[in-house]
């Protein structure tokens, strides 16, 4: 059974740091492109970030330059290193994996496998 989890999450001021973990367990997703997103109360899932198998990166424009994902295929987990936090990056923050090629990467529909979430609280 495909399984991700999240970890990571918590409380932090505005200013601060979280790293978070998305480890998958079932199959291995080294040939996989994972992206990360989030969902605050009220609002619809949005996109974070994604790195695809062979390292390419994109970022949402309003974590770029604050926000670094990156993969360790031996362990199949990815990661998010979350600096310079903001009150507005408060929310659920999820990991999945890209199973549909056609549609846009910034769609939450073409990924799949979704963890449980891990929360994201900023305080001001």
């Given at each position: 059974?495909?399984?991700?989890?999240?970890?990571?999450?918590?409380?932090?001021?505005?200013?601060?740091?979280?790293?978070?973990?998305?480890?998958a367990s079932g199959?291995?997703f080294s040939n996989?492109?994972?992206?990360?997103?989030?969902?605050?109360?009220?609002?619809?899932?949005?996109?974070?970030?994604?790195?695809?198998?062979?390292?390419?990166i994109y970022y949402?424009?309003?974590?770029?330059?604050?926000?670094?994902?990156?993969?360790?295929?031996?362990?199949?987990?990815?990661?998010?290193?979350?600096?310079?936090?903001?009150?507005?990056?408060?929310?659920?923050?999820?990991?999945?994996?890209?199973?549909?090629?056609?549609?846009?990467?910034?769609?939450?529909?073409?990924?799949?496998?979704?963890?449980?979430?891990?929360?994201?609280?900023?305080?001001?």
């Amino acid at each position: 059974q495909v399984q991700l989890v999240e970890s990571g999450g918590g409380l932090v001021q505005a200013g601060g740091s979280l790293r978070l973990s998305c480890a998958a367990s079932g199959r291995t997703f080294s040939n996989s492109t994972m992206g990360w997103f989030r969902q605050a109360p009220g609002k619809e899932r949005e996109f974070v970030a994604s790195i695809q198998a062979g390292g390419l990166i994109y970022y949402a424009d309003s974590v770029k330059g604050r926000f670094t994902i990156s993969r360790d295929n031996a362990k199949n987990t990815v990661y998010m290193q979350m600096n310079s936090l903001k009150p507005d990056d408060t929310a659920v923050y999820y990991c999945a994996v890209r199973l549909v090629w056609s549609g846009s990467r910034y769609e939450s529909r073409v990924y799949g496998y979704w963890g449980q979430g891990t929360q994201v609280t900023v305080s001001s």
